[in-house]
């Protein structure tokens, strides 16, 4: 008895590790990831430092975003970019520019150029920060980034995506955290176009934010841009004019 007993012990020990060692499904951790990160209203001050081949340069900036489809971002610093403002509102972007007082649509190959010379282009302003809605996820494995026990994902592009900045990724996702540590970006055809890697983490208001992130644009020189958050105010009460074209000329 005591012999069946043991077995039947065994079995179930082999059976309850054999259950947690299998992965949870893709479609499922980039959920949590949109769960970590997503609310209705967001208003964030960040920098962004653009190291290029003549030096490096940090501009400051504060961003309003509403959902997926409405952000506001105005650049405060330094002199020379103050004032500059990006709307989106959908699928359409505009920025204003207080040397021209001129207000432009950003459409077409318009939305692959620089930032400010930055690594990140407008198509990756634009983007839909819900992973869930783009794209559809698999288990690759698991690895260690940053000393951090990582899923690895694949990402491919849902059906009716095929103009998407990148048709494919490749996420290092924290198990504990919900936040991507790491990422390498495609393009259809299967070539690597940007990076990006997070060097520090923080909590805030109950959430792990990545707050120092650098990305590089794997297909021109310099060492890339770093973006620091400075604060984040999530679920803000964010008044509706600030998502208008009235507000770029405010």
């Known amino acids: 008895?005591?012999?069946?007993?043991?077995?039947?012990?065994?079995?179930?020990?082999?059976?309850?590790?054999?259950?947690?060692?299998?992965?949870?499904?893709?479609?499922?951790?980039?959920?949590?990831?949109?769960?970590?990160?997503?609310?209705?209203?967001?208003?964030?001050?960040?920098?962004?430092?653009?190291?290029?081949?003549?030096?490096?340069?940090?501009?400051?900036?504060?961003?309003?975003?509403?959902?997926?489809?409405?952000?506001?971002?105005?650049?405060?610093?330094?002199?020379?970019?103050?004032?500059?403002?990006?709307?989106?509102?959908?699928?359409?972007?505009?920025?204003?520019?207080?040397?021209?007082?001129?207000?432009?649509?950003?459409?077409?190959?318009m939305l692959r150029q620089s930032v400010m010379g930055s690594d990140l282009s407008y198509e990756d302003m634009m983007e839909d920060p819900e992973l869930s809605n783009i794209y559809d996820a698999q288990v690759a494995g698991d690895e260690i980034m940053a000393e951090r026990d990582c899923w690895v994902l694949e990402l491919v592009a849902k059906e009716g995506n095929k103009d998407i900045a990148y048709h494919t990724r490749k996420v290092w996702v924290d198990k504990e955290r919900f936040i991507s540590l790491r990422e390498d970006r495609f393009a259809r055809s299967g070539k690597l176009l940007k990076t990006t890697e997070v060097l520090k983490v923080l909590q805030m208001e109950g959430r792990w934010i990545p707050s120092h992130i650098v990305f590089k644009d794997v297909l021109k020189g310099g060492k890339g841009t770093e973006m620091v958050i400075e604060s984040m105010d999530f679920d803000a009460d964010i008044p509706d004019y600030v998502f208008s074209k009235a507000s770029l000329r405010r």
């Open 1 to 109: 008895m005591k012999k069946f007993t043991l077995v039947v012990c065994l079995l179930t020990a082999g059976l309850f590790l054999g259950l947690e060692a299998q992965a949870p499904d893709g479609d499922w951790i980039i959920q949590k990831m949109d769960e970590n990160f997503g609310s209705d209203n967001k208003i964030y001050v960040g920098t962004m430092t653009v190291h290029g081949r003549r030096g490096s340069r940090t501009i400051t900036s504060k961003s309003w975003l509403r959902g997926v489809d409405q952000s506001f971002t105005e650049f405060l610093s330094p002199p020379r970019e103050a004032g500059t403002k990006m709307l989106k509102l959908e699928d359409e972007l505009w920025t204003y520019s207080p040397s021209t007082d001129r207000i432009i649509r950003i459409s077409g190959h």
